[in-house]
């Protein structure tokens, strides 16, 4: 029994490699595209920054520290539930999801490997983020503690990846998906810790009690060394860690159900 | 009269197909409002924000998104036809393409300037009163004007768009860099000189400023004049280099 459970965790790790693989290959077979993202990214940043002016804001130090980890947070979001998750709804389709079952892989591997492969492209992103933040603004970019921060970006990636699966899953039959994500991309960074506590009470009340900002208040607390929250740093640890594992828990379950609705009658979905 | 009865057809057929999609036009509406709104709240945590500037403001990010759905419109259309293996056709009709590229744009321009219009109406009578909302549905034809040049800059590079395979990545640096050179949320001083004068030649800050002019009441002549003359140019532009991409693509074929 033992050595039957070893040989499956085995082979699922090796599906999810493989996966992993196929992933990567595919970002980088398009090198080009890679690159005007990356240009992209320090332009709708400088956009951004900009517009603030148009408020008659002046910034300097802090704030723009902080507009990085809000923009960087809003970028995560956006990239996931586009990239990801619509682009999971794509796969379906222009039939990727059937030949990738047919090889005897499982839709939860194969989005577990394609979301560890793309958040490698995230980290990219970061890097990018950063460096136009140091270029346009002369400012340099603080990681206080880049242990913490490593572990809660990765906890905010990881969450992510379950919630964009999810929700690819829940709107598979509708006919304008993109409406539905085109909205959701301003409201769940909202209540999902886009915004520093200090800037409300009403801001800090949600990063407190949504489980869902925890990661990426986590992220901008090690970058910044502020605590926003006023809550150990080891317990916030502990609650996104939770809610990370409970979400890809869901996502297991639900991508479950979608895999044995897709082998049965082709469609995507849970309906 | 033959001429008349094609365009009339592809407008209706145009008309047909964006009908199809309700949610892309209820979203025009609603999504300046997370845009705009969403920017005023970061905004308002750092520094006052009144409800002139925030009208001003929605004005510029409306002026923004809707910049970015012309200059689309045309590669797009062309990009969609190719991969669904009807340009071919389209090229070997007696049709003449401009007809349906003019025709669909049209179509594009309007549903969008009707989205915001509905969108800009309840800034406008919370701002202005009713005779902000006089002026707003006055601006309507501004906008049509003023859309005009950013289709013949899409039509231009719609060329580009076409020999990439990737095009999406393409329209995507093209639409984070036109935001940025729009001029429309931010004041120009804010940039560079040599930006400064990107921004000036293209048509953006232009539209962003005669409608929020015309909003207050104070649209100058030289705004409108300044579009009009902007549509010609960059529509003539664009005529001439999508003739010079569709001789291309019939003497070497569609690739």
Do not use: C
């Not at chain 2, 036009?25 to 409002?33: K, N």
């Not at chain 2, 969609?80 to 293996?85: C, T």
């Not at chain 2, 949320?185 to 539209?207: D, E, I, N, S």
């Amino acid at each position: 029994m033992a050595g039957y459970r070893d040989r499956f965790s085995g082979r699922a790790l090796y599906d999810v490699f493989n996966e992993v693989e196929r992933g990567l290959r595919s970002l980088l077979s398009r090198p080009a595209s890679l690159v005007m993202g990356m240009i992209s990214a320090p332009l709708w940043l400088a956009f951004f920054v900009l517009s603030l002016e148009g408020y008659g804001l002046s910034l300097g130090g802090l704030t723009i520290q902080l507009l990085i980890w809000i923009s960087y947070s809003f970028s995560l979001y956006s990239t996931w539930l586009w990239e990801f998750g619509q682009g999971m709804l794509d796969e379906h389709q222009d039939g990727v999801l059937e030949y990738v079952m047919g090889s005897g892989s499982s839709l939860f591997k194969h989005v577990m490997g394609s979301g560890l492969a793309l958040l490698i492209y995230t980290a990219l992103d970061l890097a990018v983020i950063l460096a136009s933040f140091a270029t346009v603004f002369r400012v340099e970019p603080t990681i206080m503690d880049p242990a913490v921060f490593l572990v809660s970006l990765v906890m905010a990636s990881l969450s992510l990846l379950s919630l964009a699966s999810i929700y690819a899953i829940i709107v598979a039959g509708l006919r304008s998906s993109w409406v539905v994500t085109d909205v959701l991309q301003f409201i769940l960074p909202a209540v999902g810790g886009l915004l520093p506590s200090e800037f409300s009470p009403a801001i800090r009340l949600i990063n407190e009690y949504s489980p869902l900002a925890y990661p990426f208040v986590l992220m901008r607390e090690s970058a910044t060394g502020v605590n926003e929250l006023g809550i150990p740093i080891q317990l916030q640890l502990a609650y996104s860690f939770i809610f990370t594992a409970v979400m890809i828990g869901v996502a297991w379950l639900i991508l479950g159900k979608a895999d044995e609705r897709l082998r049965r009658t082709g469609s995507l979905g849970l309906r | 009269m033959g001429a008349i009865n094609e365009f009339a057809a592809v407008m209706e057929n145009e008309f047909r197909i964006i009908s199809r999609e309700p949610g892309g036009l209820a979203l025009l509406v609603i999504l300046p409002y997370f845009v705009a709104g969403g920017t005023a709240v970061i905004a308002s945590f750092l520094a006052s924000v009144n409800r002139y500037r925030f009208a001003e403001q929605f004005i510029g990010f409306e002026v923004v998104m809707l910049s970015i759905i012309m200059m689309q419109t045309g590669a797009r259309f062309l990009r969609e036809e190719r991969n669904g293996g009807r340009l071919e056709y389209l090229l070997a009709s007696p049709t003449n393409m401009f007809i349906v590229l003019f025709g669909t744009s049209l179509v594009m321009a309007s549903s969008i300037v009707a989205a915001f219009t509905v969108s800009l109406m309840p800034i406008a009578y919370g701002v202005y009163g009713v005779q902000g909302m006089m002026r707003a549905l006055a601006s309507i034809v501004l906008l049509m004007i003023g859309l005009m040049p950013l289709y013949g800059l899409g039509l231009a590079l719609s060329g580009l768009v076409l020999r990439f395979r990737d095009s999406d990545s393409l329209m995507g640096l093209i639409t984070s860099a036109a935001s940025l050179l729009s001029g429309a949320t931010y004041p120009m001083q804010a940039l560079p000189r040599w930006l400064g004068f990107l921004v000036k030649v293209l048509p953006m800050h232009v539209l962003d400023d005669a409608l929020y002019y015309e909003l207050i009441g104070y649209l100058n002549a030289a705004h409108v004049v300044y579009l009009a003359l902007a549509s010609a140019a960059y529509l003539s532009l664009g005529a001439y280099l999508y003739g010079r991409l569709q001789r291309s693509l019939l003497r070497k074929g569609i690739v």
